[in-house]
C-alpha cells in the first residue's frame, strides 16, 4: 500500500471548515477581504505549482475527478440563434445566480456579436431562459467559408458583473477591429452596462465612459456617463471594477490588459481577479501566450502599484483561467491547468496558504466533438468564471465555444491535505451530533498523532495499522453518539492511503 505524503487526494464528506493556515477571503461583491491567519514572512515563492504534473496520457491529466458535481445547460448552441458563445461570467447576490456570455453568429469575436444573460432565483435549481443583455452594434459579415470573421466592425465582449448596494449590473466591453494596412487592431471604446433584477428584469443600457462613439447606421445610441441621470452609477460601477478582486479580464479602451509585458519578455493575456494572501499582498495570474506556464504579478498596496509578473511553476493550456477564493480562505484556480493547448479537462487547483497550490480536482472531462464550424473554435471546456457561496462553487464556462454550462461543486467535494484532517474530523465530529465532546477530541487527536508520523517518515506498515485502528475506533461508536451513516463517511474520510 503506498501511502501519500503531505497531500491525499481525499474527498472530503463532511462539511467545510476553516483551516488552520490561511490566507484571506474576498466575499462576494467586492467587500475588503477578512486576513484569518498569518503566515511566515520567510523568504517564499509567489505561487508554486506543486500538485503532481500533468500526466498528458491520461484524459483527467491524471487527477481525481470530483464526486457530488450537478451540471446545467445554460445556452445550446442553434444557427438560428448563434453558434458561437464565450467568456462567461458569473456572479451571486441576494440568493440569486447571475451569468452572462458573449454570442455570435457563427466565429469569434466577429461584428454583431452580444451578449446574453440568465438568472436563477432558487439557488440554481433552475434557470431562467436566456435574453439579450446587449443588442449587437453593428451588422455581422455574410460568412465566409475558411474566413476567421476577423472583419472591421463593432463588437461586444461579456465583461462580468458590478454589484452596487445590493443591485447587479451586467457589464459588456465594446470595441472594433480596425484595419491598419495588413494588419488588424483592436480599438476600444469602453463599457456598458444595465441593471438585472433578481427576477431578470433589465434595466437601461447606458455607457460608463463621459464619451461615447458614434453608433453604427441603424444601430440605437445609449447615453453615457455625461448624464446626469447616469453620472453617479457609472462612477460607481467604475470604481468597483477598477478593485483588482473584480478587474474584467478585458480592458480595450487602455489596452493593459492586452499583450501585458512579463519579466522576462514574454507577453501576457487575460489577468484574473486578485485575491489576497495572509500578509495583505494582491496576487492576480495572467496567461503566459507562449510559455504554457501561468505568470504571477504581486502588489503590496492594495493593486495602486504591481510588481512584474514573473513566470510560475503552474501549467497552463495557453487559456483564460479565473481566480478567487473560497469562504473559508483558500485560493483556488479554475482553468486548464496543462499544457501545452489542450482545453480538457477543466479543473480546478487549490492552496490553502495562498501560495503552494499542491491539490487538483477535474470538475469536466472529455468534450464533446464540436457541431458546427466557425473561426478560432477548438473542443473543450473553456474561459471558466466562478463565483463561492457558504456551501458551493458555481463555475461557468462554455463548451467547444458552442454551448454555455454551469457546474455546482460543493465545496465539501474539494480534495483536501493531510494537514487540514484532524480539524475536519473534530469540526466534522461536532456538526454530525457526536454527543461525547471527549470522543471527538480524542479522535482528532488520534488523528493528528498519524499526520505526524507520517511528516516523520514513520513506516508505511506502521501508520497503515495505525490507519485501521483509527476506523477501527470510529465505527465502534455506531449506536453510541455517531449514526451509521456519519461512521462510514468518518471511515472513508480519514482514508489517506492510496488504495486504501
Given amino acids: 500500500m503506498k501511502l501519500v505524503r503531505k497531500t491525499a487526494w481525499i474527498t472530503a464528506a463532511i462539511i467545510a471548515v476553516p483551516l488552520p493556515v490561511l490566507a484571506a477571503t474576498a466575499a462576494p461583491g467586492g467587500a475588503p477581504p477578512q486576513v484569518v491567519a498569518a503566515v511566515p514572512t520567510a523568504a517564499r515563492p509567489l505561487v508554486d505549482w506543486t500538485a503532481p504534473y500533468p500526466q498528458t496520457d491520461s484524459p483527467t491529466r491524471g487527477y481525481p ?207 484574473t481577479h486578485a485575491y489576497v494572501q495572509a500578509d495583505g499582498t494582491y496576487v492576480r495570474l495572467w496567461r503566459g501566450n507562449n510559455t504554457g506556464k501561468l505568470y504571477a504579478q504581486a502588489s503590496h498596496d492594495r493593486g495602486r502599484t504591481w510588481d512584474p509578473a514573473i513566470r510560475t511553476s503552474m501549467p497552463d493550456a495557453r487559456s483564460k483561467s479565473f481566480a478567487g477564493q473560497l469562504p473559508d480562505g483558500q485560493a483556488y484556480v479554475v482553468g486548464n491547468e496543462q499544457p501545452p493547448t489542450q482545453r480538457d479537462p477543466m479543473s480546478i487547483s487549490l492552496a490553502s496558504d495562498g501560495v503552494h497550490f499542491d491539490r487538483v480536482g477535474v470538475i469536466r472531462y472529455a468534450a464533446p466533438p464540436l457541431r458546427y464550424t466557425g473561426g478560432h473554435k477548438n473542443p473543450g471546456f473553456e474561459y471558466p468564471s466562478a463565483i463561492a457561496t457558504d456551501t458551493d462553487l458555481w463555475v461557468v464556462y462554455s463548451v467547444n465555444k458552442e454551448d454555455v454550462a454551469i457546474t455546482k461543486v460543493p465545496l465539501s467535494s474539494l480534495p483536501v491535505t493531510t494537514d487540514d484532517l484532524p480539524g475536519i474530523i473534530l469540526e466534522g465530529a461536532r456538526s454530525r451530533a457526536i454527543s461525547d465532546g471527549g470522543l471527538a477530541v480524542q479522535l482528532a487527536g488520534q488523528a493528528n498523532k498519524i499526520m505526524k508520523e507520517v511528516g516523520g517518515g514513520a513506516s508505511v506498515q506502521a501508520v497503515a495499522d495505525e490507519l485501521a485502528a483509527l476506523r477501527r475506533r470510529v465505527g465502534e461508536q455506531s449506536g453510541k453518539g455517531i449514526t451509521p451513516a456519519y461512521a462510514k463517511l468518518l471511515q472513508q474520510d480519514i482514508t489517506i492511503a492510496s488504495g486504501g
Avoid: C
Avoid at 91 to 100: I, K, P, R, V, W
Fill in 65 to 271: 475527478v470530483l464526486g457530488g458535481l450537478s451540471t446545467t445547460e445554460l445556452y445550446h448552441a442553434a444557427p438560428s440563434t448563434g453558434t458561437y458563445s464565450h467568456h462567461p461570467m458569473v456572479t451571486y447576490q441576494g440568493g440569486t445566480l447571475f451569468a452572462s456570455w458573449s454570442n455570435g453568429v457563427v466565429n469569434e469575436d466577429n461584428p454583431g456579436q452580444r451578449v446574453l444573460g440568465t438568472v436563477s432565483t432558487d439557488g440554481g435549481g433552475g434557470w431562467a431562459g436566456w435574453e439579450v443583455y446587449f443588442p449587437p452594434q453593428d451588422q455581422t459579415p455574410p460568412d465566409e467559408p475558411g474566413s476567421d470573421g476577423r472583419v472591421p466592425g463593432r463588437v461586444l465582449t461579456a465583461d462580468g458583473y458590478a454589484t452596487i448596494g445590493g443591485d447587479v449590473y451586467a457589464v459588456a466591453e465594446v470595441w472594433d477591429w480596425v484595419q491598419k494596412g495588413d494588419d488588424r487592431t483592436q480599438k476600444g471604446w469602453g463599457r456598458i452596462a444595465r441593471r438585472v433584477a433578481p427576477d431578470g428584469t433589465l434595466g437601461p443600457i447606458f455607457w460608463l465612459e463621459p464619451t461615447s462613439p458614434e453608433p453604427k447606421p441603424g444601430f440605437p445610441s445609449y447615453p453615457n456617463a455625461s448624464d446626469p441621470r447616469y453620472g453617479a452609477i457609472a462612477r460607481q460601477i467604475t470604481a468597483y471594477l477598477a478593485d483588482p478582486r473584480n478587474t474584467p479580464p478585458w480592458d480595450y479602451k487602455s489596452g493593459w490588459t492586452e499583450d501585458h509585458p512579463a519579466a522576462d519578455g514574454q507577453t501576457l493575456g487575460h489577468v
